[in-house]
């Protein structure tokens, strides 16, 4: 059998959408870059978005978990990277020696640091984490003073050297929300008590990427920039025009096309019947590849350049589109989301279609079925 000349189902990254996706940032902001890698770059591929993330100027690497940070040093990556979310009875030792910066969110979590300084004999690079109103990870106000005399005088006995202090925001998408004060003047206040014990962290940050793009005030001296590093609009309705270019491309290969009379029931349940006799075609991706099912009836696709509407529900392996009387070959290019260029949906059109964020729509676009394939449009040909 000889291999299909495109696959079934694909996600195809732009690695020189992401290197321009970070310039942009670093230009507007004017501060040092962190790319947030975390979840396999947000289903675009951790490490390839790590290099293109390098090569554009990006200082720090941020990711999730101490496993994601190892795999960016087994990679190659020599670069700052921070991490932020442990578990108790993680592996430290592990990053400390691999020069990976680890937060704590507590006292209990210092101590867990220090063991781990202990048995490897290095000291560690260590953030300390504030909740200013997220109410997820962090110190509470409360704990904040006892974590940095400890942190402190960890610093002071060798341990670890404390690079960092920051925080998250919760209704940064949402510039007019009174939350943006309050945590950015906690922050502050944060900083404060952590500077009047003695310690000076070389990055003091707060802002995601809508932070990052819509209140200058919260830059300090670091922006962790996700999903717009991925060109999407992190706050949508609000974000000025950057020039991002989404990075990623959904494609799949129309399986079929086929002739349904009026009244034709489409799918499980029915959920949509021809109102009058069309063409509908077959598109092999489903939920189990990420496609919501909550899309269903709702979203569409692009193919040969004009919108086709999902009818029906969205299947496992598989949904189906209305052509209304067209007749694109089977093998034909079907786009379910990507640039917005090409007359195609965008993933931020699937995200209000499915009553998300296009953030789940590109995390959870993949699988072990779905091929993914990176691109440089700007490498010489
Ligand atoms: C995921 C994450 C980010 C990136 O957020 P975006 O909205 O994608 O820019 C930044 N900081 C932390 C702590 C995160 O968990």
Redesign the pocket.
């Known amino acids: 059998m000889s291999p299909l000349p495109v696959p079934r189902a694909e996600a195809v990254v732009d690695l020189a959408a992401i290197r321009h996706n970070v310039r942009r940032l670093a230009e507007h902001c004017g501060v040092a870059m962190m790319t ?1 890698v ?1 979840a396999d770059g947000y289903g675009h591929g951790m490490v390839e978005v790590a290099r293109a993330a390098r090569e554009a100027g990006s200082a720090w690497l ?1 990711v ?1 978990t101490i496993d994601e940070a190892l795999a960016l040093r087994a990679a190659g990556d020599t670069g700052r990277v921070l991490c ?1 979310l442990t578990v108790p009875g993680e592996d430290h030792d592990a990053a400390i020696t691999a020069d990976v910066d680890v937060t704590a969110y507590s006292l209990a979590e210092l101590a867990e640091v220090e063991a781990a300084v202990t048995r490897t004999g290095t000291p560690a690079r260590l953030q300390l984490k504030i909740d200013t109103g997220l109410s997820r990870g962090g110190s509470t106000w409360d704990d904040w003073p006892a974590l940095v005399e400890a942190a402190r005088a960890g610093e002071v006995a060798g341990h670890w050297w404390v690079t960092g202090i920051w925080t ?1 925001p919760a209704s940064s998408d949402e510039p007019d929300d009174p939350a943006n004060d309050s945590q950015e003047q906690v922050f502050r206040d944060a900083l404060a008590v952590a500077e009047a014990a003695g310690l000076q962290p070389e990055v003091r940050h707060l802002a ?3 932070a990052a793009i819509l209140r200058p005030s919260a830059r300090f001296d670091l922006v ?5 590093s991925y060109g999407l609009d ?1 706050a949508p309705g609000h974000t000025p025009d950057l020039g991002l270019v989404p990075a990623m491309t959904a494609r799949a290969t129309l399986a079929m096309v086929k002739d349904v009379a009026a009244g034709a029931g489409v799918s499980y349940g029915h959920t949509w019947v021809a109102d009058r006799a069309t063409t509908l075609g077959l598109v092999p991706v489903g939920y189990a590849d990420g496609v919501p099912r909550h899309a269903s009836n709702v979203a569409s696709v692009g193919i040969a350049g004009r919108q086709r509407p999902v009818r029906g529900r969205v299947c496992m392996d598989q949904l189906v589109v209305d052509l209304d009387g067209d007749r694109p070959e089977p093998g034909t290019d079907v786009v379910l989301f990507g640039t917005g260029r090409d007359g195609a949906p965008t993933a931020q059109d699937w995200a209000e279609a499915a009553g998300t964020i296009s ?1 789940e729509i590109v995390t959870r676009f993949g699988g072990t079925r779905v091929t993914r394939t990176h691109v440089d449009s700007e490498a010489p040909a």
């Open positions: 947030v975390k941020g999730a932020w998250h995601n990427s809508a962790r920039c996700g999903i717009a992190p953030y």
